[in-house]
């Protein structure tokens, strides 16, 4: 299929707003793809050459794209950088640019996108001595055979701005409208998705194999599942009502989340909730279940803690230094780890996380051996609820946030934030209010002190149904001077001109300045009220900015639903 077509699209997108049009316009064109370019079209509807959980990176420096432009159109490097610069979108550069090309650079042949896939995943690979060159001229290959309007989408596409406010539960529901005609039949493929996280495959097996083939999709090593996430309740005498009997208590970390993967070949993956591949990051941990967890094959999953001398544990802060590139090996010695293991979903061929919770224990406790730097989480199994209360108190005064009730016949609900597990924090224990994983999607100027940096942020919950983000606070308590001076730099990246497709504001809340939903803060508020106001119809009181969520995608934010729900129990 020629880019060309993708790129018609990629046009209409840019200019709607409505989450309903952008559905119809993709379901309309998938309908038309050939089946064997369904899974590159997913993708690259979301601007991706792959799923997320690859982790590909295409290593291009800005200097490079800008050479490969300059190679493609005839123009000097000097040129094209300064209408980069001018523009604010290196797209936009490359589409004037090549629109001036002389007469006598014709184009190479055309664009096909399974052309652009392989150039993109070839750029990917090439490493080494003279990296960036051979890297530069695949790219300005790929620029030769463009149009100015493909270069413009290619290049965006490079660079990781390829911005259609087009989210992936929005490809999921035109994937559905387009192959099944119905757009119910989403959940099924989000059932798939969840077990199954890459748009391309779910595509894929769509087109082929229909929705039985979806109905079929498996665990596999090696590729992530989504995470399964608690859900919360008023009071611990509700615990006997949602889970009726013995429960397992287990404590509740304040750590990062990680799904640890081990294939036949011995080799280990580490993937973090937002699926992204980790593993360069923790060398110590891998070393760690290597030595401590006894199975050919597996899937576990648990929480890893920052830990002092005497193995307490040190704030998610903390732990958030050893996510870096560099010097990693310095800072696995200054800040040792701990995975406090809780779930086993796969052991040696056979699928585990449908399985009772019971079971799965049963068979994780047979392939762990307690070591250094691996540990079985903190358990106990009872109805007694004075003995639940006595334990998360312990789990209190061991530095710990707080418990998790587990369903002992419950499965492992990918994705979902289920009733087979609930959470119990200190914060609801003494009535602090509750905490909220909220999206940033604009800011205000700050006045007075504040004058010069941002005042307040608006923050927003995710609406799953609709793949939308409505606000519900504004925040401006709990920004340390210090934090004030980070946060244009660390919201620079997702800064946008206009309010984004997704993002839904009331114009009493109009920002300042808006951004894409990309960055999630953790929030403690007092309380929800009714709110005219904000586009979710309720707003919390008293937010208070407690640290980034960087472990959290927008989507894996508190959702408008889980926020409507608390409002209503109180
Ligand atoms: P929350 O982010 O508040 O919704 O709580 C869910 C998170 O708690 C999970 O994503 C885990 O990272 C974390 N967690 C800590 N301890 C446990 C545990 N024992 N079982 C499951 N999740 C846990």
């Given at each position: 299929m020629q880019f060309k077509l993708l790129v018609d699209v990629y046009e209409q997108l840019e200019k709607i707003s409505s989450g309903n049009t952008m559905r119809e316009i993709l379901a309309n064109f998938f309908k038309t793809v050939p089946k064997e370019d369904i899974s590159i079209v997913a993708h690259l509807t979301l601007g991706q050459i792959d799923s997320q959980y690859e982790g590909i990176v295409l290593g291009l420096a800005e200097k490079s794209i800008i050479k490969a432009i300059a190679l493609a159109s005839g123009q000097s490097e000097t040129k094209v950088k300064e209408l980069v610069q001018k523009k604010g979108d290196a797209g936009l550069a490359a589409e004037e640019v090549l629109h001036k090309k002389p007469r006598t650079l014709v184009p190479v042949g055309t664009l096909t996108i399974h052309l652009l896939y392989e150039t993109l995943h070839k750029i990917a690979q090439t490493s080494g001595s003279g990296a960036q060159e051979k890297k530069t001229s695949l790219l300005a290959s790929l620029l030769q055979k463009a149009s100015p309007l493909e270069a413009k989408y290619l290049t965006r596409i490079v660079l990781g701005t390829l911005r259609m406010g087009v989210g992936e539960m929005t490809v999921l529901d035109a994937l559905a409208l387009a192959y099944t005609g119905e757009k119910k039949n989403k959940e099924i493929l989000e059932t798939a998705y969840n077990i199954c996280p890459d748009v391309g495959e779910i595509a894929k097996t769509l087109a082929h194999k229909g929705l039985k083939g979806l109905e079929k999709i498996e665990i596999h090593v090696g590729r992530p599942i989504k995470m399964m996430l608690a859900q919360r309740i008023e009071s611990l005498d509700e615990l006997t009502k949602k889970m009726p009997g013995k429960v397992a208590v287990e404590g509740k970390y304040d750590g990062e989340r990680v799904q640890a993967h081990k294939d036949t070949t011995g080799k280990i993956t580490l993937f973090s909730r937002?699926?992204?591949?980790?593993t360069a990051q923790f060398p110590d941990l891998v070393k760690h279940l290597e030595k401590h967890v006894k199975a050919k094959e597996y899937v576990i999953e648990g929480e890893i803690l920052a830990i002092d001398k005497k193995g307490r544990p040190l704030p998610f802060q903390t732990l958030m230094q050893r996510r870096r590139k560099y010097d990693v090996e310095q800072y696995a010695k200054d800040i040792p780890i701990q995975l406090k293991i809780f779930e086993l979903l796969y052991l040696d061929g056979k699928a585990q996380f449908q399985e009772p919770y019971e079971k799965r224990l049963a068979q994780l406790q047979k392939i762990l051996r307690e070591g250094e730097g691996v540990m079985p989480a903190d358990r106990l199994i009872t109805d007694d609820l004075e003995k639940i209360d006595r334990f998360f108190h312990e789990m209190l005064d061991q530095g710990y946030e707080g418990i998790m009730l587990k369903s002992l016949s419950g499965e492992y609900q990918a994705g979902t934030r289920g009733w087979n597990w609930i959470k119990w924090k200190k914060e609801y224990a003494k009535d602090l209010g509750d905490t909220f994983d909220l999206v940033v999607v604009g800011a205000y100027h700050g006045r007075g002190k504040r004058s010069g940096m941002y005042g307040a942020l608006l923050c927003a919950a995710y609406n799953r149904e609709n793949d939308s983000f409505e606000t519900v606070c504004k925040l401006g308590t709990g920004l340390t001077d210090e934090l004030l001076e980070e946060l244009p730099k660390k919201l620079a990246k997702y800064k946008v001109g206009q309010k984004p497709a997704r993002v839904h504001v009331s114009r009493e809340m109009e920002p300042d300045v808006w951004f894409e939903p990309k960055i999630v803060v953790e929030v403690l508020a007092a309380e929800i009220t009714k709110s005219p106001h904000h586009t979710l119809g309720l707003a919390l009181r008293f937010p208070r900015f407690l640290h980034f969520r960087d472990d959290k995608t927008a989507e894996q934010a508190t959702t408008t639903k889980e926020i409507k729900e608390m409002k209503n129990k109180k």
């Open positions: 937002r699926l992204d591949t980790i």
